[in-house]
């Protein structure tokens, strides 16, 4: 029986407060049945464990509207002075923007990832001052290395067509004052063969 409820959580309901004041929750919001709630409240209630649920999703009727969105609840029992459970706390708060912006990331990652494997080309990441550097396996093969593991920014380097070393160096210069890396070099693979790539 909901005893407590503020505009918050009315909102988030949509619903008026006469709606839902001293009413069984699930009569209340009849919509929010069997989305597995009703089992936390039980759990709660009857073990007094406290149980948080960092993402929810959830289906309400909010202002005569069917509604999707997201939610992160924390469920706390509430005690009596012999440590009787007499209830239970629930708060909540809406994501539902936070859970969007964070799939449509993953969303364009995971298609970003998908056209770079098809178009099979290498990427790194160089952080230019902290000469941290990270690369795909495909660069690794792009310079001539059939195994990733263990190599450094050095190892690409070394292959390097010795008479491109200074265009490269002059590129990564022009790039720590414009943020923009462009150039082009051959590499030497360990057949002696010679390659061409141009780093973007």
Do not use: C
Request: charged letters at 25%; a negative charge; glycine letters at 6%.
């Amino acid at each position: 029986v909901v005893e407590i409820a503020n505009a918050e959580i009315l909102k988030l309901w949509g619903k008026p407060s006469d709606a839902v004041m001293n009413k069984p929750i699930f009569e209340a919001i009849p919509e929010a049945r069997n989305q597995g709630y009703e089992g936390l409240l039980n759990r709660v209630f009857a073990t007094g464990e406290r149980v948080v649920i960092h993402e929810s999703p959830l289906t309400l009727i909010r202002y005569g509207k069917q509604e999707d969105f997201f939610i992160k609840l924390t469920f706390e029992p509430l005690r009596e002075e012999d440590g009787a459970i007499s209830g239970v706390m629930v708060l909540a708060d809406e994501i539902t923007e936070q859970v969007t912006a964070r799939r449509q990331i993953e969303e364009s990652e995971m298609r970003q990832r998908i056209a770079i494997e098809a178009a099979q080309i290498g990427t790194f990441d160089l952080d230019m001052q902290q000469s941290e550097f990270k690369f795909s396996d495909r660069l690794a093969g792009i310079f001539g290395y059939s195994e990733s593991k263990g190599l450094t920014q050095q190892d690409f380097v070394e292959r390097i067509h010795p008479d491109d070393v200074n265009h490269r160096m002059q590129a990564y210069q022009s790039a720590l004052q414009t943020g923009t890396l462009s150039y082009e070099a051959r590499i030497l693979w360990p057949d002696n063969s010679v390659r061409w790539f141009r780093a973007n």
